[in-house]
């Protein structure tokens, strides 16, 4: 978005969302498609809605979008910054909630809207479920253990 801009956006776009995971599509929509009125610096908690074509199926899920009106600094083209106010989204959308996409890691995930602007973010992800972190967990206690393991101490004296 280009607030400050000529013919800038400032309001949250409530439609024209499109998320694709894993090379499924679904349509993404925030507050019952309607924009929010805020005041500078104010966030309003607002509704995820999430249709997904192939099932017909739609799911709104209350309170899972933040959406703030902050300043933001645009950078120019000739090198100078202008500031501006516009709302910010920010949402998590979970993999439950989409249906037919498995929630492993390496998936190819965009998001577009061309009520905003052309082209696509894109990022991957997934979920690692807690192999990760409980094998990075065991790593640490064995780590530890072989460290106090060398060690020799006498705790009747409380010295080495």
């Not at 997904?52 to 979008?65: C, R």
Request: hydrophobic share 30%; with cysteine; glycine share 14%.
């Amino acid at each position: 978005m280009e607030p400050v801009l000529e013919g800038g956006y400032t309001q949250l776009q409530p439609s024209g969302y499109t998320l694709t995971v894993g090379g499924i599509s679904y349509s993404l929509d925030f507050n019952h498609n309607s924009s929010v009125s805020l005041n500078d610096g104010e966030t309003k908690m607002i509704s995820l809605g999430i249709y997904d074509s192939k099932t017909g199926s739609y799911v709104t899920l209350n309170g899972q979008a933040a959406v703030t009106k902050e300043k933001i600094t645009q950078s120019l083209g000739d090198g100078s910054t202008i500031e501006g106010w516009a709302d910010v989204v920010e949402c998590a959308v979970p993999f439950s909630d989409l249906k037919g996409v498995s929630n492993t890691s390496g998936q190819i995930i965009t998001l577009e809207n061309t009520n905003l602007w052309t082209g696509k973010l894109e990022t991957s992800g997934g979920t690692t479920h807690p192999v990760v972190l409980a094998g990075l967990g065991l790593g640490t206690a064995l780590f530890g253990l072989w460290k106090l393991k060398k060690r020799k101490y006498n705790f009747s004296r409380g010295s080495k």
